[in-house]
């Protein structure tokens, strides 16, 4: 007796294609499905080759200039160096290792820098992260109204609060951190808690703000099911939510490395001025002198502080993309 099932195997695979033909036929008319679609297309793909290429163009320039001697620079462009060509390792040894009063060693700046932007992104991120699963996972009183209050923060310009936070650095904090190194000498002596407090203050509420929309969209079975095996919210928050919402912290690690590094407002008005403390950037803006003569060391400086932010962007870049778009695909 024959069997029927050779007979059935070419209608099966024939179901299975057609399923298969109709799940990618629909696919587009998903939210998630027009965007993935709309970010491969081929205008989005020449638009960013263009966007790339257009963003690049200074930073070669740039590059090109911090090679150049000082009379070129303020004769020709760099666009020229073919007609007018000439290089140099001048600036970038006068940045690096001059020992004058005029113009001191970049290289003190730049660790205030890594010190000021290391515990300025680290202290936003790790508060951000707590308050962003507290408003999204954990019920209390007002709960909704605090979120928009804390979201309504970032309306408030940053130049509102200087002031006030000065005056409360300069009568709290500083004579505490001195009393404090005076009981514990390992504590530095520098003011670098103003500044980090002050960027974190600022920070924080867009950073509430991302974090907890990617952390809210974290499926509600996994964090009941946590809870019903008697996990607390500090399990779950270290053991679940912190593994899943890795793409996002990281992105906005990115972006409030980059902000921190390159500001130079909060810096002039906490720093205080002073080279144990001062950013690179409060050095940039220096470098130019009085009557803007020494453009040459200004390229030269610019190029080398552009080179930390860039190993933390291209170290974190898997995680960016994903980080973004993280809730942009939902439903």
């Known amino acids: 007796m024959s069997s029927v099932a050779p007979a059935e195997l070419p209608i099966d695979r024939e179901l299975a294609d057609g399923e298969a033909a109709e799940i990618a036929e629909h696919e587009p008319s998903t939210k998630a499905g027009r965007v993935k679609k709309r ?5 989005a793909t020449i638009a960013s080759i263009v966007i790339a290429v257009l963003w690049t163009i200074p930073t070669f320039g740039l590059l090109i200039s911090s090679f150049r001697p000082a009379e070129l620079i303020r004769t020709t462009g760099w666009w020229t160096i073919f007609q007018n060509p000439g290089f140099t390792l001048e600036n970038y040894q006068d940045v690096l290792f ?3 009063s005029s113009s001191p060693q970049l290289g003190a700046y730049i ?24 408003f999204a996972w954990i019920k209390f009183k007002w ?4 979120f928009i209050f804390v979201f309504a923060l970032q309306i ?9 936070l000065l005056q409360i650095f300069s009568t709290v904090l500083r004579p505490m951190q001195a009393w404090l190194h005076d009981i514990v000498p390992i504590i530095p002596e520098q003011n670098y808690l103003p500044l980090w407090l002050a960027h974190a203050m600022f920070g924080l509420p867009l950073a509430i703000f991302l974090l907890h929309n990617f952390i809210s969209d974290i499926p509600g079975d996994v964090i009941e099911a946590a809870r019903v095996d008697g996990a607390t919210h500090g399990q779950v928050f270290f053991r679940i939510v912190l593994p899943l919402a890795t793409p996002a912290l990281a992105s906005f690690a990115i972006f409030q490395f980059i902000w921190v590094w390159n500001d130079l407002l909060v810096a002039l008005i906490f720093s205080g001025g002073t080279q144990d403390v001062a950013p690179i950037t409060q050095r940039l803006a220096e470098l130019v002198g009085t009557r803007g003569q020494d453009w040459q060391l200004l390229t030269a400086a610019a190029f080398i502080s552009i080179i930390i ?6 170290s974190l870049q898997r995680y960016f993309v ?6 942009a695909t939902k439903g």
Not at 322 to 327: I, K, Q
Request: proline share 5%; aromatic share 8%.
């Open 309 to 314: 932010p860039l190993i933390v962007f291209f």
């Open 322 to 327: 994903r980080g973004l778009l993280a809730g």
């Open 39 to 43: 970010l491969t297309s081929r205008t």
């Open 111 to 134: 660790v205030n820098s890594i010190a000021i932007t290391l515990l300025g992104t680290l202290i936003t991120l790790v508060f951000a992260a707590m308050a962003a699963y507290a």
């Open 156 to 164: 408030i310009p940053l130049q509102m609060s200087l002031v006030p």
């Open 143 to 146: 709960v909704n109204w605090l």
């Open 98 to 100: 001059s020992a004058s």
